[in-house]
């Protein structure tokens, strides 16, 4: 009912600040004593002044914008109807009504006044926004005095978000110290962060920089730990600047954005059209890495994705997920074991695959140091299946999911991966299918990683347990590693190993340290952080490349290729194999053990691994004590 009103309100407002501006000309003219004949002029002309005022602000729109929006552009529009309005008047009064005195500097004076009027009333609610401090009591400090942090504080003054109210920027430039955007003052670089903590104390410090560097958060992370202020960011900083994001998307700082490095992008039209319309088939599709490979595969509009998973509960996740997001016409979920070879024929018998991502095996080291024969089985075995099955098929490409474990090893699992890379680099000698194999780090939010038990840990006071101060890793994301394998699979050099140019690695401790200041506690403090020795099959560091192995430059910028200087010859390692294959089902784990040396000779026992652990533990500096290889007895 109001609504209808609105127009016909702003159209009245508007007259009679047009009146008003024309009754202040005059007045201004004759210095406050208007005599009667101008008076008697000013109102004969008045009419047609109002009328042309309204025809003119209707010709140009200005009736239609949102005062609390009023920008440059409305007053532009308002300048142009005002000055076309009193142009306009000009001849009518001068030569319609022939009124040759009428006051020139009437029309300028009442121009300049109904433009200050006008647009005085419109700006009111701006400026009360602007410069009248908001009732918000978060108190929002924002990093970033340029565009992202303009439109930041702009939104927040609009819109408050959650109560928050900027009282001040950051920026790295010290040059801008002083200066305002939208009323609100650059305080400082982040060497003043200490300083304006004490005195202002913020709730909130929002960082608004594109493509901030991790080295830049980690600081900003170290720096807020005493004060207890919550580091908030903007995913997708690009978006903001095109209007694209909402401020309900500010989210926490999280770990994530602590990467040593930055995070790689990777994919694009390649992938897409490698997959699109191709029929796919992905192993293990109801784990972290499988089904998030399930994800973007989908996106690409496959014929069919064939979800191979033997864990019901996590193929009905992925599964239903996938359906959710509208791919239910291209999703084929399969119960089934990539060591039962009868099953992997029948499924590639039914859906004739194109491409195979094998990402099944087991993958907790601890666990596959107790049951080596498990580890044999499933790794190996099942490897040595789908690669045997998907060759038979005629599958175009397959691409195996290893890790940086397979090098040098020191468990049971990177020996069994090694042994799965070497079964697929064969392979590839005598079959028309591109095998490849990608070999990645540690992927933080998989499962059995790191970041699950450091989270329930602090969740529960401490302590956090870290197994070495020294033990440092690769890191990468979820993500990224999904695109690195489906990025791999673009790549045409048959028996190849892709690994991710990583940077460098990172100490667990630090990780650890962050996760816990992340979560508001100050590290070594309100939660310990305690030492429990290297667990069995661990090393103090990863490697991505052995130096028996050949490293170039891909086609695709920071994935190099990797390729063995010398493979054992197929027929003696399918030997090899089936042996090993043969102890593991007798549950022989010292031969089992015995037989893994033998086709790993870098494996290094994780008994060994454990005895660093422990060496480290009692030596006085902890210095890293010398490894040495496993012997069986």
């Known amino acids: ?10 159209v009245a407002i508007h007259l009679v600040l047009a009146g008003l501006a024309n009754w202040c000309a005059f007045w201004l003219r004759f ?3 208007i005599p009667e004949w101008a008076l008697t002029l000013q109102l004969q002309a008045l009419p047609v002044l109002l009328a042309l005022r309204a025809i003119f602000l209707i010709y140009f729109q200005a009736y239609e914008s949102m005062w609390r929006y009023t920008s440059i552009w409305d007053l532009r529009k308002l300048a142009l109807a005002t000055l076309t309005s009193t142009t306009a008047f ?39 926004r602007e410069f009248v401090p908001s009732q918000g009591n978060r108190r929002v400090l924002v990093y970033g005095a340029e565009d992202a942090g303009e439109a930041i504080v702009r939104s927040l003054k609009s819109h408050p ?9 950051l920026d790295d430039d010290s040059a801008k110290i002083g200066q305002r955007i939208h009323g609100v003052r650059v305080l400082g670089t982040l060497d003043h962060l200490p300083h304006i903590m004490e005195t202002l104390s913020p709730h909130v ?24 202020g919550v580091i908030k960011i903007i995913p997708h900083l690009r978006r903001l600047l095109d209007g694209k994001i909402e401020l309900s998307q500010i989210r926490n700082l999280a770990v994530e954005d602590l990467l040593m490095r930055d995070p790689v992008e ?148 990177g020996a069994t ?73 673009t790549l045409d050099t048959s028996g190849a190993t892709y690994v991710l ?9 630090e990780l650890a340290r962050n996760m816990i200041r992340l979560s508001g506690y100050i590290p070594d403090d309100e939660i310990p952080i305690t030492f429990v020795g290297l667990r069995p099959g661990e090393k103090l560091f990863e490697e991505l490349v052995d130096t028996e192995e050949v490293v170039q430059p891909s086609s695709v910028r920071k994935i190099k290729r990797v390729t063995p200087r010398q493979l054992p010859t197929s027929s003696a390692l399918a030997l090899q194999v089936e042996n090993l294959e043969s102890l593991a089902q007798l549950h022989d784990t010292k031969s089992v053990m015995e037989a893994i040396c033998r086709l790993v000779p870098t494996f290094r026992s994780g008994q060994v691994a454990a005895a660093v652990g422990m060496g480290w533990a009692n030596s006085k500096h902890g210095a890293k004590v010398e490894e040495q290889p496993w012997i069986p007895e």
Not at 1 to 10: D, F, G, K, N, V
Not at 208 to 218: D, E, G, I, K, T
Not at 501 to 509: A, N, R, S
Request: net charge positive.
């Open 417 to 489: 991966k090694r042994i799965a890379e070497l079964i697929v680099q064969n392979t590839a000698r005598t079959s028309r299918t591109c095998f490849a194999t990608v070999r990645f780090g540690n992927v933080l939010g998989s499962n059995g990683s790191v970041v699950p038990l450091f989270l329930e840990q602090i969740k529960a006071g401490g302590p956090v347990t870290v197994t070495h101060p020294e033990v440092q890793r690769y890191f990468m994301l979820i993500p990224e590693a999904v695109q690195l394998v489906l990025q791999a699979a």
């Open 266 to 413: 990777l994919g694009g039209a390649a992938t897409r059209n490698l997959f699109a319309g191709k029929r796919v088939l992905v192993t293990g599709a109801g784990g972290s890495i499988g089904s998030e490979l399930c994800r973007q595969i989908a996106a690409c509009q496959p014929s069919i994705l064939v979800l191979y998973e033997r864990y019901e509960n996590s193929l009905y996740a992925i599964q239903n997920e996938l359906v959710q997001q509208g791919h239910r016409d291209r999703i084929a979920a399969t119960i089934g074991d990539i060591t039962d070879e009868a099953r992997l024929s029948a499924v590639m018998t039914l859906y004739r695959p194109q491409i195979v991502l094998h990402a099944a095996a087991h993958k907790h080291v601890p666990l596959m140091e107790a049951s080596p024969c498990e580890a044999v089985k499933n790794n190996v075995g099942g490897t040595r299946l789908v690669t045997k099955t998907a060759a038979r098929h005629e599958v175009e490409r397959f691409i195996m999911i290893s890790t940086d474990k397979a090098v040098n090893p020191t468990s049971v699992m």
């Open 1 to 10: 009912m109001l609504q209808s009103y609105r127009r016909p309100a702003i």
């Open 90 to 128: 000009y001849v009518i009064v001068r030569w319609g009504l022939g009124s040759a005195n009428y006051p020139r500097s009437i029309y300028i004076i009442d121009a300049i006044l109904m433009i200050l009027f006008v647009g005085g009333v419109r700006l009111a609610p701006r400026l009360q």
């Open 161 to 169: 978000f959650e109560g928050y109210q900027p009282i001040g920027f």
């Open 501 to 509: 140019d990583m940077g460098e690695q990172i100490k667990v401790v």
């Open 205 to 228: 410090v929002l960082v608004a920089v594109p493509n901030v560097s991790p080295a830049v958060l980690r600081s900003l992370v170290r720096t807020m730990a005493p004060y207890r």
């Open 31 to 33: 210095d406050g004593a």
